[in-house]
């Protein structure tokens, strides 16, 4: 099995960066892709943001050349790197992972999440 938790999240002007991290546990060689999603109220969940075990990565239109996700080898730590943020980004964020069992592929529960709140 695998543990996600995700941390960083809090209150940022329009404009100003934020960095998410989602510590990853568990038996990290079998995660496929790690993602980060994100909820506003009111509306659906939506990927932010991905990371193959690879190192392939993609984006939501939205957040393309202001968002970067990278991963963090030894410290089984991916990372979301929020730069030029708007009012717009502000949501609850989750990381999710997919990973491999021995009856197929899986994904992690979804856990609380971290608030990111973009000021005006």
């Known amino acids: 099995q695998v543990q996600l938790v995700e941390s960083g999240g809090g209150l940022v002007q329009a404009g100003g960066s934020l960095r998410l991290s989602c510590a990853a546990s568990?038996?990290?060689?079998?995660?496929?892709?790690i993602s980060w999603y994100r909820q506003a109220p009111g509306k659906q969940r939506e990927l932010v943001a991905g990371?193959?075990?690879?190192?392939?990565?993609n984006y939501a239109d939205s957040v393309k050349g202001r968002f970067t996700i990278s991963r963090d080898n030894a410290k089984n730590t991916v990372y979301l790197q929020m730069n030029s943020l708007k009012s717009e980004d502000t949501a609850v964020y989750y990381c999710?992972?997919?990973?491999?069992?021995?009856?197929?592929?899986?994904?992690?529960?979804w856990g609380q999440g971290t608030q990111v709140t973009v000021s005006s």
């Open positions: 990371i193959t075990n690879g190192g392939s990565t």
């Open positions: 999710n992972a997919n990973f491999r069992t021995t009856f197929g592929t899986r994904f992690t529960p």
């Open positions: 568990g038996i990290i060689s079998n995660i496929n892709t």
